[in-house]
C-alpha cells in the first residue's frame, strides 16, 4: 500500500525561515498548511488579488534583507582574525570546572560589541579544557569565518604552578608512607607472663 503525500501551493503572506518571503508560492505538506501556515496567517491561497495586496510589502521585505545581508557581510568582516579570551575555574591538570558553551561565546561576543546570535556560533560539544580553539562563526549559509578562542584559567600561572608542585609533593609523600615497613608490636598475652 502507498500513501502519496499531497503538497498544496500557497503564497507567504509574512518571511517564513527556511520557506519563503513574503510573497513568494511555495509548495509544502497539507499538515504543515492547515496545522500551521493557515491558522498562524503565515500564508494564503494565490490568488491575483492577494499577490497584488502582499507586492508592496513584499518590495519592503527585499529591501530589508538586502539591509541585513550587508549587515551579516560586515560582521563576518569586522570578526576575520579576531580572538577572544574567556577566564574558566579549572584544575592544575587543565579540566574546567563546568564548560565553555556557545551561549557563553556569543555572550563575548555581544559585549564586545557584535550582533551574534547563540545559533551563529558552531562548536558542537562544549569546551572542557583550557587551550586554544578556532571557532566557526555561520552567520548565513555563505557567511562563515572562525574566530580564535583562548579559554585561560582564573588563577594566575604562579598559582597554578604552586598548586601543582604541592600535589606532586603531597603525592610523593604518600608513596613513601606506603613503601616504609610498618612497626609491628608484639603483646604478650597477661597468662603468658604469669608462666615465665
Do not use: C
Amino acid at each position: 500500500m502507498t500513501s502519496s503525500k499531497k503538497s498544496v501551493s500557497l503564497m507567504l503572506l509574512e518571511n517564513v525561515e527556511k520557506l519563503g518571503i513574503v510573497g513568494d508560492v511555495v509548495s509544502v505538506k497539507a499538515g504543515y498548511a492547515r496545522n500551521y501556515l493557515l491558522p498562524m496567517g503565515l500564508a494564503t491561497q494565490p490568488t491575483d488579488a492577494a499577490r497584488a495586496a502582499v507586492e508592496e510589502r513584499r518590495a519592503e521585505v527585499e529591501r530589508q534583507l538586502r539591509e541585513l545581508r550587508e549587515q551579516r557581510e560586515r560582521l563576518i568582516a569586522s570578526l576575520e582574525e579576531h580572538e577572544i579570551t574567556l577566564q574558566r575555574a579549572a584544575n592544575e591538570s587543565g579540566v574546567l570546572f563546568g564548560s565553555v558553551t556557545q551561549a557563553d561565546i556569543a555572550d563575548a561576543l555581544r559585549e564586545e560589541g557584535f550582533a551574534i546570535n547563540e545559533r551563529d556560533v558552531r562548536i558542537g560539544d562544549p569546551i572542557k579544557r583550557l587551550d586554544s580553539y578556532m571557532i566557526p562563526i555561520k552567520v548565513d549559509d555563505d557567511l562563515a569565518t572562525e574566530i580564535k578562542l583562548w579559554v585561560v584559567s582564573d588563577k594566575p600561572a604562579e598559582e597554578l604552578l604552586e598548586e601543582a608542585e604541592a600535589e606532586a609533593e603531597a603525592k610523593v609523600e604518600g608513596e613513601a608512607e606506603a613503601e616504609a615497613p610498618k612497626e609491628e608490636s608484639f603483646r604478650v598475652p597477661a597468662e603468658a607472663d604469669n608462666n615465665l
